[in-house]
């Protein structure tokens, strides 16, 4: 598999608004929605030895991934470095993504 910015920034441009700001609502709505119907993800999120950040990275990751296949990217994936580098461009709201899945990952184990 290859890595390629422009392909993990086309995807990403996808979710900024007007202001050139991520809609960090959106975004973690449908990162969430992804994660809660992919079985293995669901499964991850009630396993205590890792770090709910970490499951909610993981999470993210996977759902621009899976954005790159779905938009004819087969075959690339998004980097760690590029993500940060287009959340640095962006103003940092990233993190504010995160911390809304991290909670969901929370509510979710507390369900259970």
Do not use: C, P, W
């Amino acid at each position: 598999m290859k890595t390629n910015a422009t392909f993990t920034n086309e995807v990403l441009n996808g979710y900024l608004m007007n202001n050139n700001r991520i809609n960090v609502e959106y975004l973690a709505e449908q990162i969430t929605a992804t994660a809660e119907n992919d079985a293995a993800l669901y499964e991850e999120r009630f396993n205590t030895r890792r770090k709910t950040r970490n499951i909610a990275i993981n999470e993210m990751m996977f759902f621009i991934n899976l954005m790159l296949k779905y938009n004819g990217r087969r075959g690339y994936y998004a980097s760690n470095a590029q993500v940060m580098k287009f959340d640095r461009e962006h103003g940092g709201d990233l993190e504010a993504v995160l911390d809304i899945i991290e909670a969901e990952i929370i509510e979710t184990r507390n369900e259970k």
